[in-house]
C-alpha cells in the first residue's frame, strides 16, 4: 500500500476578505466612539464600585475639611463652605480623571484592545469612546460635592447657571486633563505605575493651591507657586461662576489651559496609542 501524503499550499488571506475597511470616515469614526463610549457605562452599571472616589471621596473630604479646617481658616464651618465646596470638587474631578489612564492600561493587559483590532471599526474608537464615558463620572462627581454642599448651609449665589457653568468648566478640564493620564495609560507597563506616578503630580498641584486656604497665609515662596499653579486658577474660576455667577479671567485662563493640554497631549496619546494596539 502507497499512501501518499499532500501538503496544501500556504494560503494569504487577501485584505479585502478580511471585512477590515481601509478607511473609516470621520462620521462612522464618531459613531464607533459613542458605541465604545456606551461600553465605559455599561461597565460602570454592571460595576458601580467603579463609582465609589465619585461618589464617596466628595462627601468624605467635604465633611473632613469643613469640620477640621472650618473654624480655624474662616472662623465657622458656614461661612468656609463658599471656599471648599469649589476647592473640594476640583480635587475631586480632577484626581478622578486618573481612572482614565488606570483602565486603559488594565484594558490593553486584558487583550481586550487586541480584540478591538480584530473588529471592522476605527482603531482610535476605543480610546476616544474612553475618554467620553469618564466624562458621566465628572458629572457625578460635581453634582455630589455640590449636594453635600447644600447639605451643609452652602447657598451659593451663581444660581442655576453659575452652578452649571462651574460643574460645565470643571468637567471641560478634567477631559482635558485626562489626555495626560491616558498617555501614561499607554507608555507605562502596569496600572499601578500610572495611579501612583498620577498621585504623586496630583497630590502636590492639588494641595498647593488655594483651594483650602487663602494664598495669602501661604510663605511667599510657596505663595508664588501657589498663584501660578493651574489648579489655583481653575479653583478661582469655580468659586467666581458658583459663588457670584461671575465669568471672569480665570475662566479663560482655564479654558486655554485645557485646550493647550489637548492641542499637546491628545496627538501624543493617540500617536501611542496607535503604535501599541
Known amino acids: 500500500m502507497t499512501i501518499t501524503v499532500t501538503h496544501d499550499a500556504p494560503t ?27 461600553r465605559g457605562l455599561l461597565k460602570l452599571r454592571h460595576n458601580p464600585e467603579q463609582l465609589t472616589d465619585v461618589v464617596l471621596l466628595p462627601v468624605i473630604f467635604t465633611l473632613m475639611f469643613s469640620y477640621i479646617f472650618g473654624g480655624a481658616v474662616a472662623g465657622d464651618v458656614t461661612s468656609y463652605l463658599p471656599m471648599i465646596v469649589p476647592g473640594i470638587l476640583v480635587q475631586t474631578v480632577i484626581t478622578g480623571s486618573v481612572v482614565t489612564g488606570t483602565q486603559l492600561r488594565e484594558d490593553m493587559d486584558k487583550g481586550v484592545f487586541d480584540r478591538f483590532r480584530s473588529l471592522p471599526i476605527a482603531r482610535i474608537a476605543p480610546l476616544a469612546g474612553a475618554l467620553m464615558a469618564d466624562v458621566v463620572r465628572y458629572l457625578i462627581a460635581a453634582v455630589v460635592t455640590f449636594l453635600t454642599g447644600f447639605a451643609m448651609g452652602y447657598h ?9 457653568g462651574a460643574i460645565l468648566l470643571v468637567m471641560v478640564c478634567a477631559w482635558a486633563i485626562s489626555w495626560i493620564f491616558a498617555l501614561l495609560g499607554t507608555l507605562m507597563s502596569k496600572a499601578s505605575s500610572v495611579q501612583g506616578i498620577s498621585m504623586m ?43 457670584n455667577g461671575h465669568v471672569g479671567i480665570h475662566v479663560v485662563w482655564s479654558l486655554i489651559g485645557a485646550a493647550v493640554i489637548v492641542a499637546v497631549f491628545a496627538p501624543l496619546t493617540v500617536r501611542s496609542y496607535m503604535r501599541k494596539a
Open 12 to 38: 494569504t488571506i487577501d485584505p479585502a476578505d478580511r471585512h477590515v475597511p481601509k478607511y473609516i470616515g470621520p462620521a462612522r469614526t464618531a459613531a464607533q466612539s459613542v458605541t465604545m463610549g456606551y
Open 156 to 164: 451659593p449665589a451663581g444660581g442655576v447657571l453659575g452652578l452649571a
Open 201 to 243: 503630580v496630583l497630590f502636590p498641584l492639588t494641595f498647593l493651591s488655594n483651594a483650602f486656604v487663602d494664598t495669602s497665609t501661604m510663605p511667599s515662596w510657596l505663595r508664588s507657586f501657589a498663584n501660578i499653579n493651574p489648579v489655583s486658577h481653575l479653583v478661582t474660576a469655580v468659586r467666581e461662576l458658583a459663588n
